[in-house]
């Protein structure tokens, strides 16, 4: 699996941000995962691309709980770590943070990312 930065696309949508850039286009009809949601100020935007179906974690309980009081219920929020995810292998098409690598020990969640993300075709 190819893990090199993807160049951010130009856009006029002012509803995006320069985070949601490398993620436009590509949620369509994908099982999106995002790590690190936080309150899901970001999750929420993600909606606007379609993916099938979204999951955000966050090891903050009470983060989690703030987005699910505002969030939609298009979008399943779950309480989990990062670095050690309880989620099946393989199961997600998209995985993608906003603002959360620095919290986190790298080689564990490379690791991870590796085992939550399907193999490409």
Known sequence: MNLDYVKIPFTNNPSMTRYDGPIYNKTPNKNTLEFGCGNGVHTEK?????????????????????????????????VENCEGTKLDSNSFDIIYGVGILHHLDLKKTVKEIKNDVSPID
């Open 46 to 78: 993600i909606l606007n691309f379609n993916p099938s179906k979204i999951t955000a974690i966050d090891i903050s309980e009470e983060a989690i709980q703030v987005a699910k009081d505002k969030g939609s219920n298009k979008i399943n929020y779950i």
